[in-house]
């Protein structure tokens, strides 16, 4: 059974910084991957998606990566920004179906 | 576009009562999935619709049935409803089975 595990579970760093976002999985079998942001009592935006071909996706200060043999995924996010405060998560697609992790809930202090 | 549209928003039900949550997609998708998300269990698959005229259990599908009535609507019933239901839950779809996921704005749902 696919799990799917964020760390850290919550991160609070200064505006302006730099920062990285994890997502791991145990069934390496997966077809594509995405992240997501939720903002507080809305639904989910997709951010960027990867395929299983491919090894990372950037989307202006976003970049993803996956290491689809060591069963991991890495979201960086440059130059950090209040705006930026959300809940990211990750979600693995196996057969049929996207698997969720618990998600990274971000604050980015001003 | 509006994407992906959930009605209703909000509702609160007694024990026992039954309701239907709404889904409807403009974006011509094959796949449709109902999802449930409780804090701390994160994002949690109820039941999908790999494409029109069939549906497949997920994680969590016991309490609930789904009707795909056609290509854009993916409904969800709670026929007895319990506590443990109180929820918020989405309706996402994507074009393909693997692909990229929409979701809508989610559908608040509390069980008295």
Sequence with gaps: KQEVTQIPAALSVPEGENLVLNCSFTDSAIYNLQWFRQDPGKGLTSLLLIQSSQREQTSGRLNASLDKSSGRSTLYIAASQPGDSATYLCAVDGTYKYIFGTGTRLKVLA | ?112
């Design chain 2, 1 to 112: 576009n509006a994407g992906v549209t959930q009605t209703p928003k909000f509702q609160v039900l007694k024990t026992g009562q039954s309701m239907t949550l709404q889904c409807a997609q403009d974006m011509n998708h094959n796949s449709m999935y109902w999802y449930r998300q409780d804090p701390g269990m994160g994002l949690r698959l109820i039941y999908y619709s790999a494409s029109e005229g069939t549906t497949d259990k997920g994680e969590v599908p016991n309490g609930y049935n789904v009707s795909r009535l056609n290509k854009r609507e993916f409904s969800l019933r709670l026929e007895s409803a319990a506590p443990s239901q109180t929820s918020v839950y989405f309706c996402a779809s994507s074009s393909v089975s693997a692909g990229e996921l929409f979701f809508g704005e989610g559908s608040r749902l509390t069980v008295l």
